[in-house]
């Protein structure tokens, strides 16, 4: 009972319910809630309708000034867990149900690309909401989720036309939306130069939104698809679309598919060698391994080049010509080479 008071302190102060909801199912995975908890937090809408009589244009100003703060902050690369959640709170106070709809899928959507949570998670609740019967007030937050878990279905003509339909009015180029129509559309024809290039344009606001950047490595082609799977894997390499962009790239170097399980960026190579180096426990490399075995790509190039230097620290040499000596082929040889510095 405790922690439904503290929740409910919580939307007192003007977060969004689905604010309130996130945080009574996050406690759900590291506690047991009673029964009664349990049931609010399947039953509660991921959207409640909010009086909006008493709003004054001036606050109405405030919060929309809040609204473009938001947005500018994104474009700037910057997040914080949670602001979804709160522009959401901000569209309600304001009677934008589909925007708040929107906004808390946002934060979802977000939270999945870095296994925060689980997709059914956000399916459940959008359907909760698809399925409120008592929605006087709420049809518009009603037929966003409609339309949101037709995205996430990948019903892409469905999507697309609820959107437009639900956002006609919507006129930012980089808004959420947006990317959400542009993904239908580049999912339905990808070769469409004109959309690739807007879905580019718009990279600035979803720098660390890891489907924006699977969505693109899988879309795209060639040297801009490699950019794309890169920056998904970096932002969250044990994330659900990091194992997809690690085969794109083994493709792209006309690798086998399997072979994406030991694909790892530039960036994960530098930082396992820094926490090596820094603990001086040479073991942390053995992540990197399977990449040595792989066909000549440009990936292990880099990966050998950047541990040849390490053969000079003798912890290091010793732990490279003792795995040389178990192992044969090309792991064998490469380990060999690295060996000689």
Request: charged share 25%.
């Amino acid at each position: 009972m405790k922690k439904i008071l503290f929740y409910l302190f919580f939307i007192l102060l003007g977060l969004s319910s689905i604010a309130f909801s996130f945080l009574l199912s996050c406690t759900a995975q590291e506690e047991s809630l009673s029964s009664d908890e349990a049931e609010l937090v399947k039953t509660t809408p991921i959207i409640q309708l909010v009086s909006t009589a008493e709003i004054s244009p001036e606050e109405i100003e405030r919060v929309t000034s809040l609204l473009d703060d938001i947005a500018q902050l994104e474009r700037c690369g910057i997040h914080r867990q949670g602001i979804g959640f709160i522009e959401s709170g901000i569209r309600e106070r304001i009677g934008d149900y589909a925007g708040a709809a929107i906004a808390a899928y946002k934060e979802m959507s977000r939270s999945y690309g870095y296994g925060e949570i689980e997709k059914t998670e956000i399916l459940e609740r959008f359907q909760l909401l698809a399925d409120y019967e008592e929605n006087g007030g709420l049809e518009p937050a009603v037929h966003t989720a409609v339309a949101i878990l037709d995205f996430l279905n990948e019903k892409w003509e469905d999507a697309t036309e609820k959107l437009l339909f639900i956002f006609a009015d919507d006129d930012e180029a980089d808004s959420f939306v947006q990317w959400m129509l542009l993904s239908c559309l580049l999912e339905k024809n990808n070769t469409d130069r004109k959309t690739a290039n807007l879905y580019k344009a718009i990279r600035a606001r979803y720098a660390l939104f890891p489907e924006y950047w699977y969505r693109g490595a899988r879309l795209f082609s060639g040297n801009i698809s490699m950019e794309y799977a890169e920056f998904c894997i970096n932002l969250a390499p044990s994330g659900p679309f990091a194992q997809e962009c690690r085969n794109i790239i083994a493709a792209l170097f006309g690798l086998r598919e399997e072979d994406g399980r030991a694909i790892k960026t530039k960036v994960e190579v530098d930082n396992l060698i820094s926490r090596s180096l820094n603990s001086s426990n040479p073991k942390l490399l053995e992540p990197l391994l399977p990449m040595l075995e792989l066909p000549e790509n440009p990936f292990t190039v880099f990966l050998i080049d950047a541990l040849k230097p390490l053969s000079s620290r003798p912890a290091f040499h010793d732990f490279f010509s003792s795995l040389a000596a178990l192992s044969n082929g090309r792991l064998a040889d490469r380990l060999l080479y690295i060996c000689r510095g």
